[in-house]
C-alpha cells in the first residue's frame, strides 16, 4: 500500500473528524491528522516496478517466501477468508488500519436494495428485492458476498467448518 492509498482510505472512513459540514469548516492540524501523516509517511510513495502486472501474484509470491506478513485485502465471502489463510499458511489475525480510540476494521456493504415510499409499483419493486433476499440466490452467490439469511449463513457456514489443508 502506498501512503496516498493509505491516506485515502483513512481520509474516506474519518472525514468526519476533520471535517465540519454543518459549518463548512475543516480541522488538519489536529494532532490525530499529524498522527495519521506520520503513519503514511512510513509506507513507499509509489507501488514498485512490478507491483501493475499482478499485485495478487505477487503478494502469494512475498508471503509465500517470507517478504510479507501483511496485506491488505477484502473479506467478501467465506471463500476469500480461506483463500487469505491459504496464502499465509494458516490462522490469520484481521487487524484495521491505525485508528485513534476505536477498533480500524471496516465493514461495508457490497449492495444496498430499498423501496421508495413514493414508488407507483412497490409490489414489483418488493418482488425484485425478494429476488435477492430468496434462499436460492443467496446459496447460489456465496461466493460473491455473506448470506443476509441466518439459515443460509449457518448452513453455509457448515461446509466451511472442515479444517483447509495447506
Known sequence: M???GFLSI?????????????FGIVNFDSECFIQLLNSAALLPMEEGEDDSEDPWGIAERMIAEG???IMNFNIASP??????????????????LPVEN???????TQCNIAMT?????????????RFFLSDNWQR????????ISKNIFNELMDGYMVEPEF
Do not use: C
Not at 10 to 22: E, G, K, N, P
Not at 79 to 96: E, L, S, T
Not at 140 to 147: G, Q
Open 117 to 129: 415510499t413514493a414508488s407507483e409499483n412497490k409490489e414489483g419493486v418488493w418482488e425484485f428485492i
Open 102 to 108: 476505536r477498533n480500524g476494521n471496516i465493514l461495508t
Open 67 to 69: 517478504r510479507q506478513i
Open 140 to 147: 447460489d452467490y456465496e461466493f460473491m458476498s455473506f448470506p
Open 10 to 22: 483513512a481520509l474516506f472512513h474519518s472525514m468526519s473528524r476533520y471535517v465540519d459540514w454543518d
Open 2 to 4: 502506498t501512503a496516498t
Open 79 to 96: 471463500m476469500h477468508y480461506q483463500w487469505v489463510q491459504a496464502a499465509f499458511g494458516g490462522d490469520i489475525v484481521i487487524k484495521g
